[in-house]
Nanobody, 114 residues
Framework: EVQLVESGGGLVQPGGSLRVSCAAS????????MSWVRQAPGKGLEWVSS????????TYADSVKGRFTISRNNAKNTLYLQMNSLKPEDTAVYYC???????RGQGTQVTVSS
């Protein structure tokens, strides 16, 4: 069974940093493109970033480019999203996903507020 378990969210002040993680199991993590998506209160899912199977190529939404960094550890079956210079508009539930498939996990809440 495919499982994606997000963690690491929390409350952070504007300008702060946070790293969220996604532990994957039930599929061959190292052979799949992985993505982060988010859902802000009252809004739909928004794609944030993707990374190729080996980690060589990363892509970002314009809204997070230059502030967020996606990475992965295939030996640990774990996906990461380092978020710097956080803004209130980054407040959302963050989910990891396999390629462009719908999220499967419960997500992790990130709240940016003073």
């Amino acid at each position: 069974e495919v499982q994606l378990v997000e963690s690491g969210g929390g409350l952070v002040q504007p300008g702060g940093s946070l790293r969220v993680s996604c532990a994957a199991s039930g599929f061959t993590f190292s052979q799949n493109v992985m993505s982060w998506v988010r859902q802000a209160p009252g809004k739909g899912l928004e794609w944030v970033s993707s990374i190729t199977s080996g980690g060589a190529v990363t892509t970002y939404a314009d809204s997070v480019k230059g502030r967020f960094t996606i990475s992965r550890n295939n030996a640990k079956n774990t996906l990461y999203l380092q978020m710097n210079s956080l803004k209130p508009e980054d407040t959302a539930v963050y989910y990891c996903a396999i390629r462009d498939s719908p999220p499967r996990g419960q997500g992790t809440q990130v709240t940016v507020s003073s």
